[in-house]
């Protein structure tokens, strides 16, 4: 991973090479959050950062998730491809049936215009799970 301290700003020129990469920035920046949050880290076609945004909010336990302003935001940032995050501020990060319906409501929703969804990281503390490794991002 080029970022060099993950405390400091986000750079257009760095590059997220792994999904380790990603769990460390996103765990950086959203492992101690109290309320619900839902992420957005837009990419261009060489996996370069365009945008990390927290695109939703939410209470302490849930977030409003909405398909088509996810599609607005990553039209918006030329985004070809987006790794999906969110937090769970109880601490426990196992997937929920929700969040496997948002992932994939939100699949549906990037296939309108052709960008990669390359994963959904959920964020609890120190502990991370990543969709994509568990084979749940279709």
Do not use: W
Not at 19 to 35: D, F, N, P
Not at 66 to 78: A, S, T
Not at 120 to 135: K, T, W
């Amino acid at each position: 991973m080029m970022l060099r301290h993950l405390s400091e700003g986000i750079k257009h020129k760095d590059v997220l090479h792994s999904s380790i990469a990603a769990k460390r920035c996103l765990q950086a920046r959203y492992g101690g959050r109290s309320y619900g949050a839902f992420i957005c880290v837009y990419l261009n076609n060489q996996h370069h950062i365009v945008k990390i945004e927290e695109l939703f909010r939410g209470t302490i336990d849930c977030a409003p998730i909405y398909p088509g302003e996810f599609v607005k935001r990553c039209l918006h940032y030329n985004a070809a491809a987006v790794i999906f995050a969110h937090n769970h501020s109880s601490g426990a990060a196992k997937p929920s049936k929700a969040d496997i319906l948002i992932t994939r409501r939100l699949q549906a929703a990037k296939q309108t215009v052709d960008i990669s969804a390359l994963d959904h990281q959920i964020v609890a503390g120190a502990e991370m799970v990543s969709l994509a490794e568990h084979n749940l991002l279709d």
